[in-house]
């Protein structure tokens, strides 16, 4: 039986289960992708942002984050034009962008994890149906049962199980993959939070001290 046959005998289930997993392969490749741009050299950016702002230009500062992709350079550039104000408001105002950031890099993953869970149940309900058409195949046609129809029921049960297997394993795949990139530029954001706070607040103290 060829790849043909194998498509028309699962039936309309086995249609659904492939469209689920096309649809999380699209959502993987553009997250990933998004993730990737995202994925900058962020003691690198810090270092040059703060070597612009050690100038007294702020305003490039804020423009050079405008223009550069990635959760880091919205972290900085709130952290610049909160700078005058209080460790605890400032903290306060990158902690409201980092969460939007991590909300924004998080969008549409779950699909993915979703997609993973529901076609093994896919799967299943393919089985059920096929061996339901078996049995009602058997109930119909004795005592003389044709053996084709018997087995177009369970070959359909099999194949829409070993499809939903089969797109459900890379799911969970896909979903880990993700979320390993996302950790990463949390931890980016954690670090670059950490330094550009430590960075304006020394500025600030040394401000105050000058006459």
Same mark, same amino acid.
């Given at each position: 039986?060829?790849?043909?046959?194998?498509?028309?005998?699962?039936?309309?289930?086995?249609?659904?289960?492939?469209?689920? *997993? !096309?649809?999380?392969? !699209?959502?993987?490749?553009?997250?990933?992708?998004?993730?990737r741009?995202?994925?900058?050299?962020?003691?690198?950016?810090?270092? *040059?942002?703060?070597?612009?702002?050690?100038?007294?230009?702020?305003?490039?500062?804020v423009?050079?984050?405008?223009e550069?992709?990635?959760?880091?350079?919205?972290?900085?550039?709130?952290a610049?034009?909160?700078?005058?104000?209080?460790?605890h408001?400032?903290a306060?105002?990158?902690?409201?962008?980092?969460?939007?950031?991590?909300?924004r890099?998080e969008?549409?993953?779950s699909?993915?994890?979703?997609?993973?869970?529901?076609?093994? !149940?896919?799967?299943?309900?393919?089985?059920?149906? *096929?061996?339901?058409?078996?049995?009602?195949?058997l109930?119909?046609?004795?005592p003389?049962i044709?053996?084709?129809?018997v087995t177009?029921?369970?070959?359909?049960?099999?194949?829409?199980?070993?499809?939903?297997?089969?797109?459900?394993?890379?799911?969970?795949?896909?979903?880990?993959?993700?979320?390993?990139?996302?950790?990463?530029?949390?931890?980016?954001?954690?670090?670059?939070?950490?330094e550009?706070?430590a960075? !304006?607040?020394?500025?600030?103290?040394?401000?105050?001290?000058?006459p």
């Open positions: 039986m060829n790849a043909i046959n194998w498509f028309t005998q699962g039936g309309p289930v086995l249609w659904i289960i492939l469209v689920c *997993g !096309l649809a999380a392969v !699209l959502v993987f490749l553009e997250r990933m992708l998004h993730l741009r995202a994925a900058i050299s962020h003691r690198d950016f810090l270092q *040059g942002v703060c070597n612009v702002l050690d100038r007294g230009n702020p305003d490039e500062a423009q050079i984050c405008e550069a992709p990635g959760p880091v350079p919205a972290l900085i550039r709130a610049i034009l909160h700078r005058h104000e209080p460790r408001t400032l306060e105002a990158i902690g409201n962008v980092g969460r939007a950031e991590i909300a890099l969008r549409r993953v699909m993915v994890a979703t997609i993973g869970q529901i076609a093994p !149940l896919l799967g299943l309900l393919g089985t059920v149906f *096929g061996i339901l058409e078996t049995v009602v195949v109930r119909d046609q004795q003389l044709d053996a084709v129809r177009d029921g369970l070959l359909r049960a099999l194949i829409t199980t070993a499809a939903g297997l089969i797109v459900a394993v890379p799911c969970f795949v896909m979903h880990n993959l993700l979320l390993v990139q996302i950790d990463r530029l949390v931890l980016d954001m954690e670090s670059a939070e950490t550009i706070i960075h !304006l607040t020394s500025r600030h103290v040394a401000e105050k001290k000058s």
